[in-house]
């Protein structure tokens, strides 16, 4: 089972877009998990997380995440701001399966 | 060339503001402030249950008066702000030692809870001055409190010790995680002892060493000064730092104009607010807190807090965009528009509202910008102005700021339906405010289309 990481600054808009992604992916019968953590819970969450997305709002997290996640094979991205204002969850979730390859 | 030149300072805004936001100590800060939110939220409910409701029906205007079952009643109330406002210090001590050392990656994150709770009350006075009960013989008209040893006071542990434990804390976890990792004090009880037993030594001498440093500077001050480090903060720092912020709300409204306009660059604002302005916002709405729970008048250097910001500038959430998103509905063209109001409309009544920073846009898009910047700061502004003028109750209470309009300004304010009232209004200043900034932005973004197609 492969699991999508979300963080933001508080986890509040990132659990909307959670739901939004929990659903495309039931109705495409896609094998994911996917939660929300705020910025400062984030890093506890990490061992069982195939990738991290962060929100636009803390792209600047980026490298903290990247160092956290170095040797364990978890990339880390983060989410185009079109994409996430229009909560486009289809995009967001092909894009992070691509990148867990 | 302008706009070079433009791009180039707004990504160095940006990446300086992300580096301030992202400096440990500061990150540190902002996290234990999230922690203890919750505790903040159930003191305001708290209060407001005994001084508001309560006093509605057993207070001496209520419809039920009686003293008696009032003092009863509140004690429940009083129990919570014991447990919540009158420890907070205590407690912030302990949460910025542990969220220090998970931002440090440090691996033991409890051993530095227990080092900041213990430097904070290590540098608190050993003697106190307590009141005296209402059932205490030695109480006369003139003598109303004692001089008493044994004994933490509320004054330190509680909302007035806020800085006090944010410093010390702050300061004890850096030392103790410092010589943690001085290779040399590690014990090394060779093969066979049990390793937790060597570990529990390598946090012994750490914690040993840094706490005594504090002991000799508590002595030093307490012996040579007659003084205690609480004491020197909460004159030196914490006066005034809360007296600029209610020097006018000109502070308030600089920081904040930098953090929204940080939020135009797709950055959360409150990686600027959160460190510069949150805590000490926070510190003298939960000030007011204890006051009102006390009984007593909110003095008017503390009109600035928290809570102008969360219930009267982020309708909505940050920029008040739920005044654009009233105005999409009334008078937009845009079909694009539409669809992002109708998804953005539920989250933005919760204050939630990165639906329409990312998705309207405003990020980078010059004409909302303008509006989502002004508003709050003109909302800021007046509504101190308001308060000051005795026109709304000044806020006494910490809402959740996830708290819909309204009901927010309500609470807030202990029931002040005037402050209801402002809220209704300041919805139809920002919709006329963001109205031709919105017709602007559709004009832009049809020129655009045509571009596109020609």
Known sequence: MKKILLCCNAGMSTSLLVQKMQKDAAARGLEVTIEARPLNEAMDHLDDASIVLLGPQIGYAKGDFEKACAGKNIPVDVIPMADYGRMNAAKIIDGALAKIG | ?454
Request: some cysteine; overall charge negative.
């Open chain 2, 1 to 454: 060339m302008a706009e070079g030149k433009g791009q180039a300072f707004l990504d160095k805004f940006a990446e300086v503001s992300a580096r301030v936001g992202n400096q440990v100590h500061l990150r540190t800060l902002r996290d234990a402030f999230a922690t203890i939110m919750p505790l903040y939220i159930l003191a305001g409910i708290a209060v407001l249950v005994n001084n508001v409701v309560f006093a509605y029906i057993w207070g001496d205007t209520g419809f039920a008066p009686n003293a008696e079952v009032l003092a009863n009643v509140q004690t429940w109330g009083s129990a919570l702000t014991l447990g919540t406002l009158n420890v907070s210090a205590l407690i912030l001590a302990g949460l910025i030692g542990y969220c220090l050392a998970r931002n440090e990656r440090f691996d033991n994150p409890l051993a530095c809870v227990v080092v900041g709770i213990s430097a904070l009350v290590i540098m608190m006075p050993q003697t106190v001055t307590a009141n005296l009960a209402a059932t205490s013989p030695l109480l006369t008209d003139k003598v109303t409190s004692a001089a008493v040893t044994g004994a933490l006071s509320t004054a330190n542990t509680g909302t007035n010790g806020l800085f006090g434990a944010i410093l010390i804390g702050l300061a004890a976890v850096t030392v103790f995680i410092k010589i943690s990792g001085v290779e040399k004090l590690k014990v090394n009880l060779g093969e066979g002892v049990p390793p937790a037993v060597a570990n529990s030594f390598n946090v012994m001498i750490p914690m040993l060493l840094s706490l005594s440093i504090f002991g000799v500077v508590s002595a030093v001050l307490a012996v040579a000064f007659s003084t205690d480090l609480m004491t020197i903060i909460s004159t030196f720092i914490s006066t005034p730092l809360k007296g600029i912020m209610n020097a006018g709300p000109w502070a308030v409204v600089l920081i904040y104009t930098l953090a929204n306009l940080l939020f135009c660059l797709g950055i959360h604002q409150s990686t600027i607010s959160g460190v510069l302005l949150e805590p000490i916002l926070t510190m003298l709405i939960v000030d007011n807190m204890a006051t009102f729970a006390a009984g007593q008048p909110i003095p008017a250097d503390h009109y600035m807090n928290m809570q102008i910001i969360n219930s009267f500038a982020l309708i909505g959430g940050s920029g008040c965009t739920f005044m654009l998103l009233l105005d999409t509905f009334l008078f937009s063209k845009s079909k694009t528009s539409k669809t992002v109001a109708k998804m953005a409309i539920l989250p933005g009544l919760f204050n939630i509202n990165e639906p329409v920073i990312y998705g309207y846009p405003i990020v980078y898009n010059l004409p909302l910008i303008i509006p989502f910047v002004i508003v709050p700061d003109i909302f800021i502004a007046a509504t101190y102005g308001l308060t000051c003028a005795g026109i709304i109750g000044p806020c006494v209470a910490q809402v959740p700021w996830t708290t819909p309009p309204v009901i927010s300004a309500l609470l807030a304010t202990g029931m002040d339906w005037r402050a209801a009232v402002w809220q209704i209004i300041e919805i139809i200043i920002g919709m006329a405010i963001y109205l031709p900034f919105m017709k602007a932005s559709e004009r832009a973004q049809e020129l655009q289309v045509e571009e596109l197609e020609a």
